[in-house]
C-alpha cells in the first residue's frame, strides 16, 4: 500500500511527474522555488528540476501570467502560481484578454499550453482579500477550463490533466484541503470534463465541487439517518462542466441541490439550476435548489467566518425542502 | 514631444550597404502604401471597426524587424501593422484580415487589432496597450530556456511607459538577463494627449532604474534604426536586455477617422518635413541609386498591394459558423466545450 499523501503533496508530485515528463513544463511564481511555495506546493522541485524551470517571480502577478502566455506562445508548457486567488484580480488582462483569446482571435494558428494554479476558500480566517472563491468569473470566459480538485487523487490527476491540456486551465485548490491526507493513482485517467459520483443515492442530488463535497458527505449522512438517501456529484471540472452526469443523476432522483461555497449570486450553481430547468425540467419533482456563500465579503474573525461558510446544515435543510 | 534628430544619440555615419537600404526603403514603401490604402479603404467604408495606422513611424518597423533573425520573436501593439508587413507576412492574407474576410490570416476573427503570424514568430498586434511586453518578456523567456537563440522584441509606444507593466517587464527582463529589446516607438503621443502630460519620467532614466541600457535614436532615420537595432538585437542575444527608444511621428489620429482636435495644425502640417521615406529616398539617391529605379520600386510595391487588395475584395466574408470554432484546441482529453 502506497503512503497516504496529503493534498499539498500530491499536487507537487504532480508537478514534479509532469515535469519528468514533459521538458516543456516550467513552473513560475512568487516563491515557488527556493521557499518552496508559501503552502509548500512546490517543495523540492528547484533541487529536481532547477532554477531555469522552476522560478521565482518578482510580486508582479500582472506580468508573471502574461509572461507564462507569452512562454506558451514560444514553445513551454508554463504552470504559474498566484498565490491566493484573490490577487488574480492583478492578472486578469494576462488570463481573459490574452491567455483565454489567442487561439480563438489568431484564427487557430496556436494554442496556449498553460495552467495558473491557485488556492480559493475560507477557513483559515484569512479576511476579505485571501478567502474568495472566484471561479466563476473563469467559467464565463470562453477559452478557459476551469477545474476544482476535491479530492487528493484528484489533486494529482486533475493538475496532470491541466498540464496535458492544450489551452489555458485555472486549477483552483482550497486551501483548507491542503492537509487532507488520502491516496493517489499516478495511473488514474486524466480527463478534463468528467465529473465522479461521490455518493450513489436514490432519493435527490447534491451537485457540489471542492472542499464543500465535504459538507455535501456530512449531509448526506446525516440525511440517511433520516432514510433520504442523497446522491452526491463531484463536478471536478466547473468549465466545461459534466452536463451528461448531472442530468443523468437529475433523471434518477428529480430534485437537485447545488452547493459551493462560492457567493451564490451569480455563481456556477446559478448556470447549472438554469440548464436543469431548460434542458431537464420534465424530470424535475421540486424546483433546484442552491447553497452557496451569502452576497457578502468574507470576513475574519472566527465566529464570523463560520456564520458566512456553507456548511451541511444548510445543505440538509435545502434537500429536505426539495423533498417536502 | 515630437522627435527630432537632435535629440537621438550620435551614430556612427552610414555604415549600412546601398543594397541593404534599399531592402529597407522597399519595406518602408510597402507600409507607407498599405497604410494609405487601408485608410482610403476605411474612409470608404470597406473595413469595419477601429484600425490605428503608422504612417510616418515606418522607418522604427523597417529597421527593428530588419534586424532580427529567423529564430527571433516580438508581439507589438494596436498600431502594429508596419511590424507585421515588414516581418514579411503574406500581403493577401494581411489585407484579407484587416478587411474582415474568410482567407485572412486569423480566418477574420482577429482583425487590424490582431494581425498575427506564429509561424513568423509575430505573437500579435494587441487591443490592450502594454500587454504585448509581458508576452514578449514570456517569449524571451522561452527562448533562454529552450536555447533557441532568439531574442524577443516588445514594441510599445509612448503611451505604454505609464503602464505598470513596462516597470514590471524590466525588472523581470533585468533580473532574468533575458534576449529582449524593449522597442519604444515614441510618438510623442499617447493615444489623444501629450505624452509630457502622461509620464513625470524619461525612459533612459527607467531603464538605468533596472540597469537595463538604453539608446535612443532617431526614429525617422532608417539607417539608425537599422544600425542601432543590430546592436541592441545582437547585444541582447547573450547579454540581456536593452531599451531602444526611436523617436518618431504619427502622421494620423490614435484612431482611423479621428480628427485630432487636440493637435497644433502647424505641427501635423510640419510632419512631411521629418518623413522617413523622404529621408531614406534622399540619402539612397545621394549614395547613387537612379531615380528611375526608385520609381519602379514605388511601383512595384503598389503592384503588389493592388493584388493582394483584389484577392482580398474577390475574397467571402467567413460563414457564420467560422464565429464558433477555436475556441478551445480540438483534444482527446476534451469532454464537450
Known sequence: ?????????????????????????????????????????????????????????????????GAAVGAALTGMKPVVEIMFMDFVTLAMDAVV???????????????????????????????????????????????LRVVCPATVADAYSLLRAAIEAPDPVVVVENKALYALQGDIDVN???????????????????????????????????????????EIIDLRWIQPWDEEAVFASVAKTHRVVIAHEAVQAFGVGAEIAARIASDAFDDLDAPVLRVGAPFMPIAFAKTLEAAYLPDADRIVAAVKSTLA | MPSS?????????NSIPTDRRLALHRTMQTIR?????????????????????????????????????????????????????????????????????????CGGRGGSMHVADLSLGVLGANGI???GLPLATGSALAHQTRRTGGVAVAFFGDGAMAEGALHECLNMAALWTLPM???????????????????????????????????????????????????????ARGGGPRILECLTTRWHGHFEGDPQRYRNADEIAGLPQNDPLRRSAEALLAAGVEESALAALVDSVDAEIRDALEAARADALPDADAAFRDVYTPTTLTAGA
Open chain 1, 1 to 65: 500500500m502506497p503512503k497516504p499523501l496529503r493534498y499539498v503533496n500530491a499536487v507537487a508530485q504532480a508537478l514534479n511527474d509532469a515535469m519528468a515528463a514533459d521538458p516543456a513544463v516550467m513552473l513560475m511564481g512568487e516563491d515557488v522555488a527556493a521557499a518552496g511555495g508559501p503552502f509548500k506546493a512546490t517543495r523540492g522541485l528547484l533541487d529536481a528540476h532547477g532554477p531555469e524551470r522552476v522560478r521565482d517571480t518578482p510580486i508582479s502577478e500582472a506580468s508573471l501570467v
Open chain 1, 97 to 143: 484578454n490574452q491567455a483565454a483569446k489567442a487561439r480563438f482571435m489568431f484564427g487557430g494558428q496556436c494554442s496556449v499550453p498553460m495552467v495558473l494554479r491557485t488556492p480559493h476558500g475560507g477557513g483559515l480566517n484569512a479576511g476579505p482579500q485571501h478567502s474568495q472563491c472566484l471561479e466563476a468569473w473563469f467559467a464565463h470566459i470562453p477559452g
Open chain 1, 188 to 230: 488514474a485517467p486524466r480527463e478534463v470534463g468528467k465529473a465522479r459520483i461521490d455518493r450513489a443515492g436514490r432519493d435527490a442530488t447534491i451537485v457540489t465541487y471542492g472542499a464543500t463535497l465535504y459538507a455535501a458527505r456530512a449531509a448526506a449522512d446525516r440525511l440517511a439517518a433520516e432514510g433520504i438517501e442523497a
Open chain 2, 5 to 13: 534628430a537632435a535629440q537621438a544619440d550620435p551614430i556612427p555615419a
Open chain 2, 33 to 105: 502604401a498599405t497604410e494609405t490604402t487601408l485608410s482610403r479603404l476605411f474612409a470608404d467604408g470597406e473595413i469595419p471597426g477601429f484600425i490605428h495606422l503608422s504612417v510616418g513611424q515606418e522607418a522604427v518597423a523597417a529597421g527593428v524587424v530588419g534586424a532580427l533573425g529567423p529564430q527571433d520573436s516580438f508581439a507589438t501593439t494596436h498600431r502594429g501593422h508596419g511590424h507585421v508587413l515588414a516581418r514579411g507576412v503574406r500581403l493577401d492574407l494581411f489585407f484579407k484580415e484587416i478587411m474582415g474576410r474568410a482567407g485572412g490570416i
Open chain 2, 129 to 131: 496597450v502594454g500587454a
Open chain 2, 181 to 235: 529589446v524593449f522597442v519604444c516607438e515614441n510618438n510623442g503621443w499617447s493615444e489623444f494627449s501629450p505624452t509630457s502630460t502622461q509620464f513625470a519620467a524619461t525612459l533612459d532614466k527607467l531603464g538605468a532604474a533596472f540597469g537595463v541600457p538604453h539608446r535612443r535614436v532617431d526614429g525617422n532615420d532608417v539607417a539608425a534604426v537599422a544600425e542601432a537595432a543590430a546592436e541592441v538585437v545582437e547585444a
